[in-house]
């Protein structure tokens, strides 16, 4: 019985492999139905072009275009939090003290700093939605440093 | 071996077997440890899962800390020997048990409670960025072999030798074990959306350890409060405890029989005056006979 389990369990994972991971939250998804993605600029990012051309090309993979949402400073992070938007683009450090509340990516178009207290330009992105983080995630390691 | 030190050489062998278990839960665990805190990421799973393997040593090394003083002479200062430090030991694994299953609900019921969604990301290997999920999931799948094999080969070593310590040892590689599936559960749970399966998956298996943690605890207290010997997966009383009573019972009529449990061994006191001849191990309790280490007389 239990190695029947194990079998079917193995094989439903097997199945699943491509379709792995999705989003908690079901923003992919949202996006797709919705050709939009919101995203926001956090203010003093003047370097914010490539991730946002990296943001861009996601949605465009999905059907989408860029909505971008005007939020100011602590309200940005909430909002990313509540689902308001689906993703910000702003200079966070690796240490941030925002890391455990949001997924940021890794640096885009550089490589991450020595200093782990060094904010660099990076997406974050909310927090449990895995298939938008790992899309992302990809862009971001093809990008060009 | 001695009245009150050494170890008798009916079960010498089974105890250098586990000995030599323990020492391979050590290094199997260490490497487990090591690849599954290089995969962990910001997954609270899985540094549940670490810290989980890492208080699963706690049983291995008090086990041979306990074998190595109940080795050692009685002496002045401890005229009894050192055979108690098992008994010690015991009760440090089922406290250690208990920490795990303590700690596992804690970090259940948090993220439960906060609907916290853990987030997996990708990681970039040799120009490929893939799901750190798939990486986790083998790691927990290595994570599981060891404790798998070795609980199972240390249950009947610690029946052979009546060892409560490597009895726990074996309870808590089933606890490594089942958590390592419940994980690997969890992680696939994420990546399917279900944020709550992780944490619901380690709940359940949370609530069977503390089962498993409390059982070995009232045993420990027990045997630390000199109550008659129980039994290795349970708090009844020992079969080979009741059967001594019945036989010393049979043998000096209707007395009283006290007996205790020092450790793996059982001290006896019956209230009769001496017999004229002192029956042997052998005689009261078979081939367990090296279980009992003394039988007093107490005249009224």
């Known amino acids: 019985m239990r190695y029947r389990f194990a079998l079917s369990f193995a094989a439903l994972l097997l199945a699943a492999c491509d379709s792995l991971p999705r989003d908690a939250a079901g923003t992919t998804e949202r996006i797709e139905r919705t050709h939009a993605m919101r995203v926001t600029v956090l203010p003093g990012t003047p370097d914010a072009q490539p991730a946002l051309a990296l943001v861009g090309a996601y949605a465009r993979d999905h059907g989408a275009h860029l909505r971008l949402i005007p939020i100011h400073g602590e309200h940005a992070h909430k909002a990313l939090k509540d689902g308001e938007v689906d993703a910000l683009i702003g200079h966070f450090a690796k240490a941030s003290p925002w890391q455990a509340d949001i997924a940021l990516s890794k640096p885009v178009a550089r490589g991450e700093p020595d200093d782990k207290e060094h904010p660099v330009l990076r997406i974050a992105r909310r927090n449990g939605e895995n298939a938008l983080i790992l899309a992302t995630d990809q862009l971001v390691a093809q990008d060009p440093r | ?300």
């Open chain 2, 1 to 300: 071996m001695s009245l009150h030190s050494g170890i008798p050489d009916a079960i010498a062998a089974d105890v250098r077997h586990g000995e030599r278990l323990e020492w391979w839960t050590l290094a199997w665990i260490d490497s487990v440890v090591v690849v599954m805190a290089l995969v962990m990421g910001a997954s609270q799973a899985m540094k549940s899962a670490v810290i989980e393997d890492v208080l699963s040593l706690i049983p291995a090394i008090v086990f041979l800390l306990s074998v190595h003083w109940e080795r050692k002479r009685a002496n002045n200062r401890f005229p009894f020997g050192y055979r108690r430090a098992n008994s010690l030991a015991f009760l440090v694994a089922a406290t250690a048990l208990l920490a795990v299953g303590g700690f596992l609900v804690y970090e259940s019921v948090t993220t439960l409670v906060r609907q916290e969604h853990p987030t997996v990301g990708g990681i970039t290997l040799f120009g490929h960025t893939i799901w750190l999920g798939w990486l986790m999931i083998a790691a927990l799948v290595y994570s599981i072999i060891p404790p798998l094999i070795l609980g199972r080969i240390k249950q009947p070593v610690a029946k052979r030798i009546n060892d409560k310590v490597l009895h726990t040892d074996a309870l808590m590689q089933k606890a490594d074990w089942q958590t390592g599936f419940a994980a690997i559960a969890g992680i696939t749970g994420i990546g399917l959306g279900w944020w709550w399966a992780d944490a619901s998956a380690a709940l359940f298996i949370a609530l069977s350890i503390i089962k498993d943690a409390v059982g070995a605890l009232r045993q420990a207290v027990a045997e630390l409060l000199d109550g008659t010997p129980r039994a290795l997966d349970s708090n009844k009383l020992a079969d080979d405890a009741e059967r001594l009573i019945a036989t010393l019972k049979a043998r000096f009529g209707d007395v009283d029989v006290r007996l205790r449990e020092t450790g793996r061994y059982i001290a006896a006191e019956v209230d009769c005056p001496p017999p004229a001849t002192i029956p042997t191990g052998v005689e009261l309790m078979d081939e367990k006979a090296w279980r009992l280490a003394s039988l007093n007389f107490r005249p009224e």
